[in-house]
């Protein structure tokens, strides 16, 4: 096997890579993919693995591009096309999850301002408006009734929508620093990217153009998010902030397995066999008990997994003790790598 190229970047699944290859003598080299000479980099890798994401103005540019490029001449990549086309992408995800039959809310996405309006008229509220992308919640909204959808709708097909929202961060993070979650220092941050917005927004451009709501799923004081990598699978439950329908960013994790059924896990095995994905975490939350998908990701923050208390085969086996769930998209690409050549 040649090199297996590990993107160094700021932050992410990295340096837990480069431990578990080093651990293990698998071949590796570090590359740095906004360089001009990525490609003779490259020259002798089989692979190239680049945590990248939807914050980081440059992976914007690139990423994806690089990766779906490398894997269409014959490398192996992490995450390959169908773990990451997707990603950051929530219409994407709606069209790729019903076409996969995947349990999903009823949602609505349109192009055109009068046939939005004319949707939102026959429509129950409240409903859920998201943007495309975005993490953390940032980007999701209940919106509670059609005078409320008339003006997103205005927006969406006049002057869009920032990927940025300053205020909701800037009152995230005062609330952070009131129970002592976040620093003086994160304030002002956050206050002065009400005026200056992060480099990634620019990138990313204003969101416009299309209006896409989901189905409000009620009573749901929690969301499920399960982790699938190769046939392991890993979980936790994120409560949602007070006052507020709303779990993911909200810091408040549980990890105890008695919150997670075989129904869920097991739902989670099934439609990532189906999507054939190296790495993906499903959001889910309940409608009388059945557990829907209200988003996909290959990306997560490893830190905030550690306490998790084992993990599940793909014949739910649970398997109690620490881990590093990083270590097995190192796995991933190795077989990848095997399955290639052999
Ligand atoms: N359709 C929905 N019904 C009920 N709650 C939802 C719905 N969609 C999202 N949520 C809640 O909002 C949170 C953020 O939504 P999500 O689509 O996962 O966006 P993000 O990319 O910001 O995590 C979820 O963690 C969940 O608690
Ligand atoms: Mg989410």
């Given at each position: 096997m040649k090199h297996i190229a590990i993107h160094v970047g700021k932050n992410g699944f990295h340096p837990n890579w480069r431990a578990y290859c080093l651990k293990n003598n698998i071949p590796f080299k570090?590359?740095?993919?906004?360089?001009?000479n990525i490609i003779d980099q490259l020259a002798d890798c089989d692979a190239l693995m680049w945590h990248h994401s939807q914050n980081n103005p440059k992976d914007l540019l690139i990423a994806k591009q690089l990766l779906f490029a490398l894997e269409h001449s014959g490398k192996v990549v992490f995450p390959d096309f169908n773990t990451n086309w997707h990603f950051d992408d929530k219409?994407?995800?709606?069209y790729l999850l019903e076409l996969v039959q995947c349990p999903i809310p009823q949602n609505h996405v349109f192009y055109e301002k009068d046939a939005a309006i004319r949707w939102a008229k026959t429509a129950s509220y409240p409903t859920v408006f998201k943007l495309r992308g975005g993490a953390g919640s940032f980007n999701v909204k209940l919106i509670k009734s059609f005078a409320d959808a008339k003006s997103i709708i205005h927006k969406a097909f006049g002057r869009g929508f920032s990927n940025y929202d300053g205020f909701t961060a800037f009152k995230e993070t005062f609330g952070h620093w009131q129970k002592g979650k976040s620093s003086k220092m994160d304030v002002l941050k956050a206050f002065l990217r009400l005026f200056i917005p992060p480099e990634f927004a620019k990138v990313a451009g204003r969101e416009i153009g299309y209006v896409y709501f989901q189905e409000f799923i009620p009573n749901n004081d929690s969301d499920i998010r399960v982790i699938v990598i190769g046939n392991k699978a890993f979980a936790i439950k994120r409560n949602v902030r007070e006052n507020d329908f709303r779990a993911s960013g909200s810091g408040n994790i549980e990890y105890s397995k008695k919150y997670?059924?075989?129904?869920?896990?097991?739902t989670a095995f099934d439609i990532a066999a189906k999507l054939k994905t190296q790495?993906?975490?499903f959001d889910f939350v309940y409608k009388d008990d059945k557990p829907l998908?209200?988003?996909i990701s290959y990306g997560y923050t490893h830190a905030a997994y550690a306490p998790c208390?084992?993990?599940w085969d793909s014949a739910l086996n649970w398997f109690p003790g620490s881990f590093d769930s990083c270590e097995w998209m190192v796995d991933v690409v190795v077989n990848d790598i095997k399955r290639k050549k052999y």
């Open positions: 570090n590359v740095d993919c906004y360089a001009d219409v994407a995800q709606k997670f059924d075989d129904k869920t896990i097991k790495c993906v975490a998908v209200i988003e208390e084992g993990y």
